[in-house]
């Protein structure tokens, strides 16, 4: 909270430390309340204007500073409803029972300091200065079921790694491995980020179409067995991994083999209409 919450002690709560003193027993404070009443304090006030919710006290203890005590108190508000937070109240007894004293209390005349939502927990620390006589008087009673809490949620907020099911640093960067691996699967180390498939396909974003019409350009394949008996321009003979080209003439009409150190191969395959 940004805005100074400096509670005052009301003229109830001055009236029962001087009754406690004379009883010579210390006034026993129990309970934080919150509201969403507006208003300035003139230490009058018996109550909260809108109490909303309260809780026991559970953590307290009396510290010297510069010659004075200062009250610091903690309370756990469970996030059971929604309100906006604008006046605090500190109790001896429980708020609104009978013979319970609101001891001290902060408001703001308007707007809110806080907001309290459903299922969020609100863990509140206080300090409150007050003079070294009153804080002998006082007596911070600390609820146990409560500290029990308290002791939980402290436990689990120092503890080294309290949500196991989560990433840090460490696990993080193990799955990241994994997933990394998972995702390489074995590739070469030539070929197993994007920008080395990047590159051995040439950057070329239509690669598939790219190689399709290549593959489309390409010399047909032919068994020897079963050749064209017309012209289908350059053809791949599969026995002999040759190329073979169509020749057509008033002397031949059929396929040719490729030349053979520099001379036209004296083999030919006519067409077959040629072999009548």
Known sequence: MSTQLIMKITAAGYN??????NTGLQLD????????GNRTPDGSELALIT??????????????????????????????????????GIWAGVPGAAGSVLFAYWSQPN???????????????HDMPVEAAVGAALNIIID????TAVALMTSHTQAADPHAQYWNDARGGAKIQTAIQALIGGAPGALDTLKELADAIGDDANFAATVMQQLAARPAIYSISAL???DKGPIIVGEVAEVWRWSASA?????????IYGHLSKRHWPARTALG
């Not at 002397?251 to 030349?259: D, E, M, R, S, V």
Request: proline share 7%; charged share 10%.
């Open 251 to 259: 002397y031949f009409n059929g396929l040719i083999l490729p030349l």
């Open 16 to 21: 029962a430390l001087a009754n406690q003193e």
């Open 29 to 36: 404070l129990t309970h934080f309340q919150f509201g969403s």
């Open 144 to 147: 146990p079921s409560a500290s």
């Open 111 to 125: 707007g809110k300091v806080a907001e309290m939502s459903v299922g969020v927990d609100f863990f509140y620390t």
């Open 228 to 230: 064209p008996n017309a």
């Open 51 to 88: 109490p909303q919710q309260a809780s026991a006290i559970t953590d307290g203890q009396k510290l010297p500073v510069n010659g004075k005590l200062q009250l610091r108190m903690s309370a756990l508000f469970e996030g059971v409803s929604s309100y906006p937070i604008s006046e605090i």
